[in-house]
């Protein structure tokens, strides 16, 4: 359900803010914001109001971004968002992007690009944090790129769950489909056992990345950074233009 649009005048896209996720995954970031007992996946607090499909059509008419991206949790619940993307492509000319997405739906028409949040590259380990099985992801991330899908992929390193050997392996497969690939160091959610990386352990895991992905690139924000990226970077600098609840994303986006 989407509830909240925000606009970027500088770089001419809308955000359309999604409430609600498909995983429940223990190490999610959201919890950096809701804390232990907070749900993964979902923004808090929960809006008051959910924003119509006319609401959002005419909020986004209002702006004629250049592209539309949705996120928010997992944005392909959202049972709106087919008719959305046909929207948005079909009569707004607007290019549509999933700004984040866990990859479990990218067969959806009308969509341009998508960039993929991977959890891990062992089956244990992805079942174990996302609760499905790693090739239904995987399997959609390479159909979505061999039909000519503009995708990119991150993953987050956790230190003890998803270490150096599980990027690097990623690397190696996405590398034979051409998609880039970026590494995100972990921030410690509450209630979870995990650290943070090191600079130098950030540094030792884009080096085996890059043999295989040669523009393999990391972020390693601080706690205090990933709650206010506007501050360092204007792509998040952004105004909102409709609905209400939070709406910062506490990821980089490829896009
Ligand atoms: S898929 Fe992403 S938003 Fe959903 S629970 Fe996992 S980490 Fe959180």
């Known amino acids: 359900m989407f509830h909240k649009i925000t606009y970027n005048r500088k770089h001419d896209f809308a955000t359309v803010h999604n409430y609600g996720c498909t995983f429940r995954c223990p190490i999610c970031s959201y919890k950096l914001k809701s804390g232990a007992d907070g749900i993964p996946g979902l923004s808090y607090p929960k809006p008051d109001k959910f924003l119509t499909i006319e609401e959002i059509k005419s909020t986004l008419l209002s702006v004629n971004p250049s592209s539309v991206h949705f996120m928010g949790g997992e944005p392909t619940v959202a049972g709106m ?54 090739s239904r992801i995987y399997g959609e991330l390479e159909r979505a790129a061999l039909r000519g899908m503009r995708v990119a992929a991150n993953m987050i390193y956790i230190p003890g769950l998803v270490d150096v050997d599980q990027l690097s392996a990623t690397a190696r497969h996405l590398s034979a489909f051409r998609v880039p690939f970026h590494i995100m160091g972990y921030i410690p959610v509450p209630g979870q056992p995990y650290r943070r990386p090191t600079i130098d352990e950030m540094e030792d895991a884009r080096r085996a990345c890059r043999e295989y992905i040669p523009d393999a690139e990391y972020s390693y924000l601080s706690p205090e950074e990933v709650l206010s990226l506007e501050r360092n970077d204007d792509r998040f600098d952004v105004k909102v233009i409709a609905g209400s609840g939070c709406h910062r994303t506490l990821m980089p986006t490829a896009f």
């Open 81 to 134: 968002l087919p008719e959305m993307l046909s929207f948005v492509k079909r009569e707004m000319g607007a290019e549509t992007v999933l700004g984040h997405t866990n990859g479990v739906n990218l067969s959806i028409p009308d969509l341009d690009a998508a960039n993929v949040g991977l959890k891990a590259w062992h089956e244990d380990v992805h079942l174990k944090v996302t609760g499905v099985e790693k």
